[in-house]
């Protein structure tokens, strides 16, 4: 589990550095996870990931946007702010990545 967390947060990263000043909502987070290398419920998943959204609105990379229809939609809307890169791509990271391949 703790491999596919650092691959999941890596691909939550990689979104939120290629995506700065875009709006998203929340599955489309959720929806990083990649099933195919381990099973983990819906529920769990949501919570896995609203812990990491929460960190990211903590430290200002996400701001909760409220929408302009309430109806619209029930999961939350989010605007990925401008920051500096998440993922510091370096060959010491390909190799720790590498490694929990």
């Not at 650092?6 to 990649?34: M, R, S």
């Not at 609203?50 to 909760?64: A, C, D, H, P, R």
Request: aromatic share 12%.
């Amino acid at each position: 589990m703790e491999k596919n967390y650092v691959h999941f947060l890596k691909q939550i990263y990689t979104y939120c550095d290629n995506y700065q000043g875009e709006k998203v909502l929340f599955p489309a987070f959720v929806n990083l996870w990649n099933e195919e290398d381990c099973n983990i419920s819906k529920k769990d998943l949501a919570v896995l990931t609203s812990e990491i959204i929460t960190k990211l609105l903590n430290t200002g990379i996400l701001m909760s946007t409220p929408k302009e229809n309430r109806f619209e939609t029930p999961y939350g809307l989010y605007e990925i702010l401008p920051h500096e890169n998440l993922m510091q791509y370096n060959d010491l990271l390909e190799r720790k990545m590498n490694l929990l391949r």
